[in-house]
């Protein structure tokens, strides 16, 4: 299985290489697999939810929408295999001015719309400038950096930065900068998200709202001899467990997320293959800081030594995971795998607070998710460890979305939380939880380290690479130094398929590239 | 006949009230959790900028009595208003699932009915004869296994070993949503059976000891004939209501089966509308279920009234 993914992304880069030096080939260097792509037949996938909308300029565009969106919208660049760059996909190449401030972007020529209609450079101005219009309410705080967009002629693009910007090209394969008729296509923005148009690999089918949401093939697609499916559905089963018997049934062909406790068993079921593919989801303890005795960094140091993480991987994750050592995930860029944070050592932790503000140690709570067996998991066993140090925890359990609000509004002391990466950049993620005045107060605790929030600063200014990982370097140890948060541990994403869909895989990222996926009979 | 049957536009009314009490406790109680939709649909990637921007969009900073004002206002014209999370007019999300629940339920009630009426006639012609026993221990094994077990049960049985019947879903054509829904109404079937069994073998040991079925034995009645013109007959007057309640009940278990299979239904709806927060939906969702169990309640009595000429619920007769 493992084989077969390396040559699944070795394939890629044949195809794509192909595709930069401008041989019309591509399609004969199709990504080897464990048997012959076979076309047509419809994917059946099923999800715990359902989307919300495809309007990708709205607050609510979010990761059920996000995925189904993304096979319909396609963006200038997209995410590598490995999650960990970019690489021209729309576009076809891009040269950078001396002073870094001006990407001009040649696009991809001989693509369409599924519309029939050819991709131009207004529709690319028109695209990014509708997502950048979002800045407060949708997505489009990711183009921050950008200046304007100019068209230079009908295959060419500029974009201009207000300063130096190196997570560009990562922030413009978002799929909120995917490339959409000029002016929605003469429809209002509604009517337009309502069955949107883009240049994927599939286009907008019928939605029966909780049901299903189909996606139909887009015969037009650029990438020639693809895509391999006729069309893709989406449904909706909420129960793990019903999701585990429809796959193991035959009925679906792909449970999108499987628990880790049904993992080993689907395993071991015939017919079925489980994934594990690298992810960008660091799992962590907040602390907030506002509150105390949580101000005090000994207090901070003490929990986070505390915590056995090889036992929370073992127990929670059933071993398919690692523990987490700094606050950039592995599979984004810059993670430094020296990282120094806190790792478990109790004998640390008792000196820490013993040198704290409450040496006697104190009574505090935990916020986790209801519902939620992973975390109730994992406050059970912290509250075990923490009580070794002298520290009694309550677990304080909410629904979703009574949690999403009290995290909000930092009303918690310890609050169990994730994160996730959109773009393959660390910028992201190293600017909501340690800039206090992104608006989120450092991921609602409070932290506030001069020294952190300069070294952010100059990450995303500096675009020499050797430069950069340096300066993450610095903030990474810096930040497991503060033990701000208590890194718990990176875990993969899980997905289950029938043994008959081949070619399928997720980046770090979850962008799927359904385009390469097809099913045996 | 018909003249019984008067009291249906006074039960009508007098539901009214108890429609408008089900509004303000559900839409009290939906606001009292803590949490909105803006923050639901955001997570925890949600600036504060950005929620006070989607609260904006979706009138949550209106006064709670406004908001509920509004609410009333719009269901007395008939409209549901429009679902917080995906813009979608609530009752084309409503009426979606109101086919697929009553199916549900329809199916369920017939299977209950095709299982239990066999069993309580074998039950009630020896009382404690072996088969009585037999046929007891299925009510108490019936009574006794959780809906959400039993499911599962036959999902693992059925779906996955045997693959007879899909594991959970709805399907896309009529034919196939009977197909798919056969198994969640077998779940409620079996969990509804055994109140039916118990009553319906009760009043048929009754009905066998009455009078008038000796007179019909004398005048040479005997077989199914008599089973089903005389014992039967009366016999089921009081499982009606105990039918009647028990459908009520089993709305309520509809959800929990309506998860267990993934079948697109009001407790479906109304869970996702619970998580999201999306108040419209579980009002109306609330409203839809509360009038369904109404109209049973009247359904019952007139089936009562239909079957059983000494009842009549209307005024004179209670005067």
């Known amino acids: 299985m493992r084989r077969t993914q390396r040559n699944i992304f070795l394939g890629l880069i044949a195809a794509t290489s192909l595709i930069l030096t401008g041989c019309s080939g591509a399609s004969s260097a199709a990504p080897a697999t464990d048997s012959t792509p076979v076309a047509g037949g419809d994917l059946k996938i099923a999800r715990s939810a359902d989307a919300i909308s495809m309007d990708s300029t709205s607050a609510s565009f979010e990761n059920y929408s996000i995925e189904v969106y993304q096979n319909i919208g396609e963006s200038l660049f997209t995410v590598t295999d490995d999650g960990k760059s970019v690489k021209p996909w729309l576009a076809s190449s891009y040269k950078v001015s001396t002073d870094q401030l001006t990407y001009t972007i040649a696009l991809r020529p001989g693509v369409k719309f599924s519309n029939g209609q050819p991709v131009t450079a207004k529709d690319v101005k028109f695209s990014i400038d509708q997502d950048t219009k979002t800045a407060d309410t949708g997505w489009g705080f990711i183009n921050v950096a950008i200046d304007k967009v100019t068209v230079v002629d009908d295959a060419t693009v500029a974009i201009t930065l207000k300063y130096p910007w190196a997570p560009i090209l990562a922030d413009l394969s978002l799929f909120s900068n995917a490339i959409i008729p000029e002016n929605y296509g003469g429809k209002t923005a509604t009517e337009f998200f309502d069955a949107p148009v883009g240049t994927g690999p599939f286009m907008w089918g019928e939605w029966k709202k909780g049901q299903y949401l189909k996606l139909v093939k887009n015969p037009g697609y650029w990438q020639k001899g693809k895509p391999l499916l006729d069309s893709v559905t989406y449904s909706v089963v909420p129960e793990a467990n019903t999701r585990k018997l429809q796959l193991q049934g035959g009925q679906i062909d792909i449970d999108n997320t499987p628990d880790w406790s049904s993992f080993a068993s689907l395993k071991a079921s015939a017919g079925v293959k489980v994934f594990a593919f690298p992810s960008t989801q660091i799992d962590y303890v907040a602390f907030n800081q506002q509150r105390a005795p949580f101000s005090d960094v000994h207090v901070r140091r003490a929990i986070a030594y505390a915590i056995d993480r090889q036992a929370l991987v073992k127990a929670v994750l059933f071993g398919n995971g690692s523990p987490a050592n700094s606050l950039i995930p592995p599979g984004t860029p810059f993670y430094d795998k020296d990282a120094p944070g806190p790792s478990f050592d109790l004998k640390k932790a008792k000196a820490e607070l013993a040198q704290s503000t409450k040496p006697d140690g104190f009574s505090t709570s935990l916020l986790i998710r209801s519902g939620d067996a992973n975390q109730a998991s994992v406050a059970q066993i912290m509250q075990a460890e923490l009580k070794e140090i002298g520290i009694t925890m309550e677990i304080k359990q909410l629904d979703p979305t009574a949690a999403k609000k009290a995290t909000l509004t930092s009303e918690f002391d310890m609050n169990l939380s994730a994160w996730t990466m959109d773009i393959p950049d660390p910028d992201e993620w190293t600017s909501f939880a340690t800039d206090p005045d992104g608006g989120n107060h450092s991921a609602f605790t409070y932290y506030n380290n001069p020294a952190v929030v300069a070294l952010n600063k100059k990450g995303q200014q500096e675009t020499d690479p050797i430069k950069r990982e340096a300066i993450y370097k610095d903030l990474q140890k810096i930040t497991g130094d503060d033990a701000f948060f208590a890194y718990l541990y990176y875990s993969p994403y899980a997905f289950a398929t029938t043994d008959k869909v081949h070619g399928y895989h997720v980046s770090p990222l979850l962008t799927f590239h359904l385009e390469n996926v097809y099913k045996t009979k | ?319």
């Open chain 2, 1 to 319: 006949m018909f003249h019984r049957l008067s009291f249906i536009p006074g039960r009508l009314l007098r539901a009214l009230p108890v429609i408008l009490g089900v509004t303000i406790v559900v839409f009290l109680m939906v606001h009292l959790l803590p949490g909105d939709p803006a923050i639901a649909i955001l997570g925890d990637k949600g600036t504060p900028q950005r929620i006070a921007a989607l609260r904006e969009q979706l009138g949550l900073n209106q006064p709670l009595w406004l908001q509920y004002a509004t609410f009333l206002g719009r269901l007395l014209q008939g409209n549901f208003g429009t679902s917080l999370v995906n813009n979608r007019p609530v009752a084309e999300l409503v009426f979606q699932a109101v086919p697929v629940t009553l199916t549900l339920l329809l199916f369920a009630l017939i299977l209950s009915l095709l299982i239990s009426i066999p069993l309580a006639a074998i039950a009630a012609t020896r009382p404690n004869g072996g088969r009585d026993l037999g046929v007891r221990a299925f009510t108490l094994l019936g009574q006794g296994m959780p809906q959400f077990w039993v499911g599962i049960m036959l999902i693992l049985l059925v779906s996955v070993e045997l693959r007879l019947f899909p594991v959970g879903g709805y399907g896309m054509t009529d034919a196939e949503h009977l197909y798919y829904l056969f198994l969640p109404a077998l779940t409620l079937a079996i969990s509804m059976a055994p109140t039916i069994i118990r009553s319906l073998r009760a009043s048929t040991i009754a009905s066998l000891g009455s009078d008038y079925v000796a007179t019909a034995r004398s005048k040479g009645s005997a077989g199914s004939a008599l089973f089903r013109q005389h014992v039967l007959r009366n016999a089921a007057i009081p499982t009606i209501s105990v039918i009647g309640v028990n459908l009520g009940y089993l709305v309520g278990g509809s959800i929990v089966i309506e998860r267990v299979f993934a079948i697109p239904g009001l407790g479906s709806l109304m869970l996702t509308g619970i998580f999201a927060r999306d108040f419209p939906t579980i009002q109306a969702v609330a409203l839809v279920v509360a009038l369904f169990v109404i109209i049973i309640g009247i359904l019952t009595d007139v089936l009562y009234t239909l079957l059983d000429p000494r009842v009549n619920f209307s005024k004179e007769a209670r005067a």
